[in-house]
């Protein structure tokens, strides 16, 4: 079944209607009508307002939508305008959005500040005092601009004890 069947399938727009029979409770010889054993019950449907489709919900279902392969034009209107009018709509769609689209693993950050090498000495690097990186003698960095230097030395308190020559060997 196509995902627009299951669409036109949920959402009829007819009113549900129950007649349950009561007949059992009826004496044999008695001929009752429809009126007299049954009830009628109709339900009608919420007309409740949906709160408006966001940007960013509309984009995580156009891309679960890429992503399951459906490129009907009519299809991604059509699922588009439910969600935009029916906020169990919504919620289903922005959920299966979530649930399946890939999340971008976030960028390792192995980068340290010159506040946490053991280099930094009054504002100043003692391994560009030294030579061992290509600076100036007297050079005074960013201190809290997060970067890799081959001169790092870590501080007792980094759980890394490597120095910056041995985490980052393609500096050097």
């Not at 399938?9 to 007649?19: E, H, L, Q, Y």
């Not at 489709?53 to 890429?66: F, G, K, M, N, V």
């Not at 399946?100 to 391994?127: G, S, V, W, Y």
């Not at 061992?132 to 501080?155: F, H, K, M, T, V």
């Amino acid at each position: 079944m196509t995902l627009s069947a299951l669409i036109r399938k949920r959402d009829t727009g007819n009113p549900a209607t129950a007649i349950p029979a009561i007949s059992a409770t009826q004496s044999k010889g008695e001929a009752a009508t429809v009126a007299r054993i049954a009830t009628v019950a109709v339900a009608n449907p919420k007309e409740e307002k949906a709160a408006p489709l966001t940007a960013s919900e509309e984009t995580a279902i156009r891309a679960w939508l890429a992503l399951i392969e459906e490129t009907d034009p009519a299809t991604i209107a059509e699922v588009i305008g439910q969600c935009q009018r029916d906020a169990d709509a919504r919620d289903y769609f922005t959920g299966r959005a979530a649930a399946e689209l890939a999340k971008p693993a976030p960028f390792p950050d192995d980068r340290r500040t010159c506040d946490q090498c053991a280099n930094l000495i009054a504002r100043r690097c003692q391994a560009a005092k030294r030579g061992e990186i290509a600076a100036s003698r007297n050079y005074e960095p960013i201190r809290d601009l997060r970067r890799r230097c081959e001169g790092y030395a870590p501080r007792p308190e980094d759980t890394d004890r490597r120095p910056g020559r041995a985490r980052w060997p393609e500096l050097i």
